[in-house]
T-cell receptor, first 111, second 116 residues
Framework: NAGVTQTPKFRVLKTGQSMTLLCAQD?????MYWYRQDPGMGLRLIHY???????AKGEVPDGYNVSRLKKQNFLLGLESAAPSQTSVYFC??????????FGPGTRLLVL | AQKITQTQPGMFVQEKEAVTLDCTYD???????LFWYKQPSSGEMIFLIY??????QNATEGRYSLNFQKARKSANLVISASQLGDSAMYFC?????????????FGGGTRLMVKP
């Protein structure tokens, strides 16, 4: 019963490098979300998806891209990482009920 | 303007006592949902409780209850009989109407520390 998983758990990047964060859910949920959490703050929505093949911008989308080619996966890409993108990234999914279920998070450090 | 305000950055409570964590929200929607999540030091986000704007009864889940005062736009979390394992960050969040993505807006959080 994996729920929502995220890969990797921790990553260090140099400024300008690119990477992709993978989120996978096994609950057959339609909605998926990517949030970032900066120190001492709540979560802010980056991008979201309401179903396979769809994506939309959230509150802080700049510098990120996403794709939802398969219903169970939601990928978050950083094309050219910046120190301001140092954060903890959370993926979440939601079915027909109200609750969003979160993954364990990915800690990203951009030097 | 902040949509979700948590005015208590940090709080202490004695083990076995009850504690109330404050949350006020701002929305002009009639249909909305309010959530509380717990984030222990390990970092994961754990769903605690949900209250819909049309729910007449305050939500309860075990030792957690949500004191929903619609006219005051407050949705305070009450934890009864605090335990050491309750020490964590607590976040209040809101889903406004039935927006396309059913997105959540989070408050800044309250750090709760339970004293033995």
């Amino acid at each position: 019963n994996a729920g929502v998983t995220q890969t990797p758990k921790f990553r260090v990047l140099k400024t300008g490098q690119s990477m992709t964060l993978l989120c996978a859910q096994d609950m057959n949920h339609e909605y998926m979300y990517w949030y970032r959490q900066d120190p001492g703050m709540g979560l802010r929505l980056i991008h979201y998806s309401v179903g396979e093949g769809t994506t939309a911008k959230g509150e802080v989308p700049d510098g990120y891209n996403v794709s939802r080619l398969k219903k169970q996966n939601f990928l978050l890409g950083l094309e050219s990482a910046a120190p301001s993108q140092t954060s903890v990234y959370f993926c979440a999914s939601r079915g027909h009920q109200e609750t969003q279920y979160f993954g364990p998070g990915t800690r990203l450090l951009v030097l | 303007a902040q949509k979700i305000t948590q005015t208590q950055p940090g709080m202490f409570v004695q083990e076995k006592e009850a504690v109330t964590l404050d949350c006020t929200y701002d929305t002009s929607d009639q249909s909305y949902g309010l959530f509380w999540y717990k984030q222990p030091s390990s970092g994961e986000m754990i769903f605690l409780i949900y209250q819909g704007s049309y729910d007449e009864q305050n939500a309860t889940e075990g030792r957690y209850s949500l004191n929903f005062q619609k006219a005051r736009k407050s949705a305070n979390l009450v934890i009864s009989a605090s335990q050491l394992g309750d020490s964590a960050m607590y976040f209040c969040a809101m889903r406004e109407a039935y927006n396309a993505g059913n997105m959540l807006t989070f408050g800044g959080g309250t750090r709760l520390m339970v004293k033995p």
